[in-house]
Every structure is written in structure tokens, then in C-alpha cells.
């Protein structure tokens, strides 16, 4: 599972947290979904996005 947020989390005094939330919660879900069997084959990978290289509705974001 890839998943893009903005590259400024990484830079966080809690970016570690933010990151161990983000992979147990994701994996968590996808557990929930599809048994407890797939856990220990579930990746996720949390991409850095720079500001102005994404967009929401159409729009590039630029913060």
C-alpha cells in the first residue's frame, strides 16, 4: 500500500509518531477487512509529496 503525504511531516519534532500511527492504523484496517492471516504480509509505504507537486480538486497545492 503506497500512500503520498506531504513531505513537511517527516520534518515534525513527532514525525516517528506520526509515522508508527499512520503504518498500525493502515495495516489495522486492512486486518479488520481480511483476517488477521494477512498482517505480516501487508506494506505500507508513506511517500513524501514536496509542497506544489500535489493538488486537491484540481488545484495545485502549494502549502
Known amino acids: ?10 520534518s515534525r519534532p513527532d514525525a516517528e509518531e506520526i509515522v508508527a500511527r499512520l503504518v498500525s492504523g493502515v495495516t ?3 486486518v ?3 483476517g488477521e492471516p494477512v498482517r505480516s504480509g501487508v506494506s505500507v509505504e508513506l511517500v513524501g509529496s514536496p509542497a506544489g507537486r500535489n ?3 484540481g488545484v495545485v497545492v502549494t502549502s
Open 32 to 34: 479488520a477487512v481480511f
Open 55 to 57: 493538488g486537491i480538486g
Open 28 to 30: 489495522d484496517a486492512i
Open 1 to 10: 500500500m503506497l500512500f503520498g503525504i506531504k513531505e513537511a511531516a517527516f
